[in-house]
């Protein structure tokens, strides 16, 4: 049978609140520590606990990421979901299930490991034994892919952060499991993991934290929220760092948090910083960006600095709270009634969720105006791999802040909301400078901030607030590309697509054709995006969301000539990408369109 190294995707089939999410951690470090590719991608239900819950795990030498299109290893430890789980693998998949749980395996097409993991984990410590079980079968699958004890023995003493009694405990079952392998169980399967050369600059992180982190280097001085799923260990994220990194010299924090009694407070009190010169923002999701458009609005008209994070999950409605989409990008955009105009960031890497967490302040005051970050629970809630955070490496942009009366005097007729340079951003003054005036207004109003109805002022004003916020276009996050020599297909995607892209470029490739990639980075677009739709001959357009939200942006805003070269591939079933079923997707629409 050939060996299988360093390939192969694992799917845990376990029950929300049983403990397993440590266990499949642990799992997914060590093979990290391995210095093998690994990503995991966790599938939970919204209830709090007893739903099934899959936890998915991809080792792949080329970069490929979870979830996969096919299962190679499948623990089954939930009743609930025992059939359907075994029914739907392929014939030669490796399957590791307790024994303790009453349930037949009606397959004989299967390479079958069976493990009496409960009774094991009672010899080890019977109160806790629905929870050590889990690491019985991690112990299983360390020993079967050859993964070192000593390599698994940090992992969980990472995870369990010193606590010796938990360490000893999970350690003993680990053990326990392997030993049973050994001795029990003849190995059949042709999986192994390979040692790699680790970078030791790397590390794990979820993109919520890593956006956390980049807020605090970023300069935030008041975050208000209300809990939400996916967004909530945002928040709790850089609560949990402000005593670490945000601290005066007499241990005094230079942060507040609060926790907001609705979605229209917690955005209430972001305008209220902002409007003050402190860097404010909130995080929520879909419907807390719904349930806050008219504050939303105030912020753009009334030009106030403001930040809010939207990590995105399926809607409409309450939708499904703990799966994943791109579903919120068109309504961010132009979020509120009205004519509105919003800055979008779009990292597509934990890496960007740290640069863009303390970018979005800078841009938030240079514009003076609302700038939204856009993540999804995907990229928000699983570990990623990071090559290392970008540091801010200038002093904070604060925008045209007028702050003493010198400054104030060389602008000649100031006016709260006149346009002195030519690129559409006023000057503006603060509460608490001793300098007048200080107005901002959410109704019609003229340059000085005098309250005004007339036609031609309303006018001037929009046509101002539109171009301070085109005119960063060029100065935004731009576009990555990849190209080929070949201008042939490109494809234009965003966000956490750039995980899954390059497995569907291969598969592309595989089938002769020639592909290139653009990776939007924020909105609005860079006129980049025009030039590279200019190069290609015909352009798909790939998103996670069913009506193709970014494909509507692009054909509003690119050249009108450039817009018959672009077709929409939109998918979205609340579940992160396989690259297999967006790449016949994009065949599909090729075949169809007969281009």
């Known amino acids: ?42 599938l939970f239900p919204s209830n709090i606990a007893g739903l099934p819950t ?9 970069g490929y990421q979870a979830p996969g299109d096919n299962t190679h290893i499948q623990v089954v430890m939930n009743i609930d979901t025992w059939s359907e789980d075994i029914e739907k693998l392929a014939p030669g998949t490796v399957l590791i299930h307790n024994t303790d749980v009453k349930a037949p395996v009606n397959r004989d097409d299967l390479i079958v490991y069976p493990v009496p993991m409960t009774s094991m984990a009672r010899k080890i410590n019977p109160k806790l034994s629905k929870m050590v079980a889990n690491m019985i079968y991690v112990g299983i699958m360390a020993e079967m892919l050859e993964i070192p004890q000593d390599i ?61 982190l980049g807020c605090i280097y970023g300069g935030i001085n008041m975050l208000s929220w209300y809990p939400i799923t996916p967004s909530s260990s945002l928040a709790e994220g850089i609560d949990k760092y402000i005593p670490k990194l ?6 005094k924090s230079t942060c507040a948090v609060i926790q907001a009694e609705d979605e229209l407070a917690a955005v209430g009190m972001v305008l209220g910083a902002g409007w003050a010169g402190a860097r404010g923002m909130t995080c929520t999701s879909g419907p807390g960006i719904s349930l806050m458009s008219e ?68 841009y938030a005051e240079k514009y003076q105006t609302m700038v939204f970050g856009f993540t999804d629970l995907d990229l928000g809630m699983n570990l990623w791999a990071s090559n290392g955070f970008e540091y801010p490496d200038k002093p904070m942009n604060r925008g045209k802040v007028l702050r003493t009366q010198e400054e104030l005097e060389k602008i000649e007729n100031y006016g709260r909301y006149r346009d002195v340079d030519g690129d559409g951003i006023p000057y503006r003054t603060l509460p608490g400078s001793g300098l007048e005036p200080i107005v901002s207004r959410g109704t019609g109003r003229d340059e000085d901030g005098v309250y005004s109805e007339k036609a ?22 731009q576009p990555v590309f990849r190209e080929e020599e070949e201008q042939d297909l490109g494809i234009i995607y965003y966000g956490s697509m750039e995980n899954t892209i390059q497995e569907i470029d291969d598969i592309l490739e595989s089938t002769g054709m020639k592909v290139s990639q653009c990776r939007v980075r924020a909105l609005p677009l860079s006129p980049e995006v025009d030039e590279f739709v200019r190069r290609h001959k015909k352009i798909i357009v790939l998103e996670v969301n069913r009506d193709g939200q970014m494909y509507g942006i ?7 000539e450039l ?28 075949e169809s369109f007969e281009i």
Not at 7 to 17: E, K, L, P, R
Not at 456 to 477: A, C, Q
């Open 246 to 251: 945000r601290l005066d010299k007499d241990g």
């Open 563 to 590: 817009v018959p070269k672009l077709y929409s591939v939109a998918f979205s079933d609340g579940l992160p990408p396989k690259a297999v079923e967006y790449a016949e997707a994009i065949i599909g629409t090729l």
């Open 554 to 560: 692009l054909r509003k805003e690119i050249a009108t």
């Open 1 to 42: 049978m050939e060996k299988i190294v360093n390939d192969f995707t694992i799917n845990i089939a376990t029950a929300n609140g049983t403990g397993s999410q440590s266990a499949n951690l642990i799992l997914l470090n060590a093979l990290f520590r391995m210095g093998t590719h690994a990503s995991g991608k966790n």
């Open 152 to 212: 698994l023995e940090e992992a969980i003493s990472k995870q369990f952060g010193g606590k010796e009694k938990a360490i000893e405990i999970n350690s003993q079952a680990s053990i326990s499991g392997r030993e049973y392998f050994k001795s029990e169980l003849e190995k059949k399967d042709h999986f192994y993991v390979e040692k790699r050369e680790k970078d030791e600059n790397r590390f794990l992180i979820d993109g919520n934290e890593a956006v956390a």
């Open 456 to 477: 031609s002022v309303y006018r001037t004003n929009m046509d101002r607030l539109k171009k301070k916020i085109e005119g960063s276009r060029t100065d935004l996050p």
């Open 295 to 362: 504050l939303i609005g105030l912020a753009y008209y009334a030009e106030i600095p403001s930040v809010i994070w939207d990590v995105t999950r399926v809607g409409p409605s309450t939708g499904l709270p703990t799966r994943t989409q791109q579903g919120d990008i068109s309504m961010l955009y132009e979020a509120s009634h009205g004519d509105t105009q919003h800055i979008v960031l779009i990292p597509g890497n934990v890496d960007e969720c740290f640069e863009f967490g303390w970018k979005a302040f800078d």
């Open 54 to 62: 899959w936890y998915i795990v991809r080792v792949s030498d080329y």
